[in-house]
């Protein structure tokens, strides 16, 4: 065998490679994108709200299509009716893998640190929601979420923030642009600027293909560029939380969310070797209060 063909079988390895991985990108998005049942993991909730010293509601809502949501909407124990409509609101958005409620650690603090309470929605697909998830599907549960807490007698839009982490900082980021009147500010933390920027991340054999003008950017059916909506919140006060050590989400793409607008009232918080899931744990002194600041800056003003 001599060298041309030992380069041509190469090339045509390779090509195969790339062909195989443009092949599984297009005919298994969903399934890459959205992770409802994390492997080895049983699909049914691990625990309830109550199991760490909060009470909720159990809340079922109908997306705009007719699918089924589950919810929780959760706030401290030994509180009177009157005081939990009193509260604060945070509506979390949660990661794309699990269901919500593998959240209840991270929640649990954010009810205590931050004196409120907590709606989080289990996309469709999720937990005990109907349906398969899509970017459209996503966004309509989202709204169908905004819509029924904004017909509650306890609804107030300048002491509700948005929150969401990887990709539900890009549901985050939607539902904001969507309902910018029933919200005071946004959280986001760890998202990326949109999934063509995130598949040759994940997928390196796409990167010829796929990314910023390549040839089959066509291939990507979930788009979520929050880096062309979120321009739209100007206005709106945004903290972005940025872990500089993110082994999923490269940080870079943070910073490019941030730097659409860089400045009032939008804010950056970096966290030095915070990992993409658990700097709420790993960097909590630094981490906590810079979220209550920003948060406490927008619902008791």
């Known amino acids: 065998?001599?060298?041309?063909?030992?380069?041509?079988?190469?090339?045509?390895?390779?090509?195969?490679?790339?062909?195989?991985?443009?092949?599984?990108?297009?005919?298994?998005?969903?399934k890459i994108i959205y992770v409802p049942v994390i492997p080895g993991?049983?699909?049914?909730?691990?625990?309830?709200?109550?199991?760490?010293?909060?009470?909720?509601?159990?809340?079922?809502?109908?997306?705009?299509d007719g699918i089924k949501l589950h919810a929780w909407l959760m706030w401290r124990k030994g509180l009177d009716s009157e005081q939990v409509k009193?509260?604060?609101?945070?509506?979390f958005f949660q990661e794309n893998a699990g269901n919500m409620s593998m959240r209840l650690h991270f929640l649990r603090a954010l009810v205590a640190v931050l004196n409120c309470k907590v709606f989080i929605l289990s996309y469709r697909g999720y937990g005990e929601s109907e349906g398969s998830p899509?970017?459209?599907?996503?966004?309509?549960?989202?709204?169908?979420?905004?819509?029924?807490?904004?017909s509650r007698d306890d609804h107030l839009p300048d002491k509700t923030v948005i929150m969401g982490r990887s990709l539900g900082g890009a549901v985050a980021i939607y539902t904001a642009v969507q309902h910018k009147k029933d919200i005071?500010?946004?959280?986001?933390?760890?998202?990326?600027?949109?999934?063509?920027?995130?598949?040759?991340?994940?997928?390196?054999?796409?990167?010829?293909?796929?990314g910023e003008g390549k040839p089959c950017n066509w291939l990507?059916?979930?788009k979520w560029e929050s880096i062309r909506s979120i321009s739209s919140l100007k206005d709106t006060p945004m903290l972005f939380l940025v872990s500089l050590a993110d082994e999923i989400v490269h940080p870079g793409q943070m910073t490019r969310l941030f730097?659409?607008?860089?400045?009032?009232?939008?804010?950056?918080?970096?966290?030095?070797?915070?990992?993409?899931?658990?700097?709420?744990?790993?960097?909590g002194p630094l981490y906590w209060p810079?979220?209550?600041?920003?948060?406490?800056?927008?619902?008791?003003s």
């Not at 993991?41 to 705009?64: C, F, M, N, Q, T």
């Not at 005071?184 to 010829?208: H, K, Y």
């Not at 918080?269 to 700097?279: K, P, S, V, W």
């Open 1 to 30: 065998m001599n060298w041309a063909q030992v380069l041509l079988r190469g090339a045509v390895a390779i090509g195969g490679l790339a062909t195989f991985t443009v092949g599984l990108l297009y005919a298994l998005q969903e």
């Open 41 to 64: 993991v049983p699909r049914g909730y691990i625990a309830l709200p109550e199991e760490y010293g909060l009470d909720y509601e159990d809340i079922w809502i109908r997306s705009k």
């Open 86 to 91: 009193a509260l604060p609101l945070v509506v």
């Open 134 to 150: 899509s970017e459209g599907g996503l966004q309509m549960d989202a709204s169908a979420a905004m819509s029924y807490l904004a």
């Open 184 to 210: 005071a500010g946004v959280i986001v933390e760890n998202t990326f600027t949109s999934i063509m920027d995130m598949a040759p991340q994940a997928l390196p054999p796409l990167r010829p293909f796929v």
């Open 220 to 222: 990507i059916r979930n």
């Open 259 to 283: 730097g659409v607008h860089g400045t009032e009232p939008w804010s950056l918080c970096e966290f030095e070797d915070a990992a993409h899931m658990d700097c709420y744990h790993t960097h």
């Open 290 to 300: 810079r979220v209550k600041t920003f948060f406490d800056e927008l619902v008791m």
